[in-house]
Nanobody, 123 residues
């Protein structure tokens, strides 16, 4: 059972940056695919981006060019660097993980989820 803990959320002004972290309990996390999702009040869960075991990543069009996912396998961690933040990026951000070598953009493909961290972008 992989446990995931997100951190790094907070309140930031539009145009600012935040870096979210996703820390895992398992040393085998380096072999897992990881996705980031977000959910704003009254809205459905939305794919943000994903990274595979080898560091390749993909992003939703809404964040492409502004957000970057990276991983630090020695620390069992994955990061979501968010730049040029907009008020519409406000949401609870979750990381998710699963075994597998591909990139997985759909939330139902993931087995493990973190509790989420709140990101609020003020205008």
């Amino acid at each position: 059972q992989v446990q995931l803990v997100e951190s790094g959320g907070g309140l930031v002004q539009a145009g600012g940056s935040l870096r979210l972290s996703c820390a895992a309990s398992e040393h085998t996390f380096s072999t897992y695919a990881v996705g980031w999702f977000r959910q704003a009040p009254g809205k459905e869960r939305e794919f943000v981006g994903a990274v595979n075991w080898n560091g390749f990543s993909t992003y939703a069009n809404s964040v492409k060019g502004r957000f970057t996912i990276s991983r630090e396998n020695a620390k069992n961690a994955v990061y979501l660097q968010m730049n040029s933040l907009k008020p519409e990026d406000t949401a609870v951000y979750h990381c998710a993980a699963r075994a597998g070598r591909m990139l997985y953009p759909d939330y139902y493909e993931y087995d493990y989820w973190g509790q989420g961290t709140q990101v609020t972008v003020s205008s």
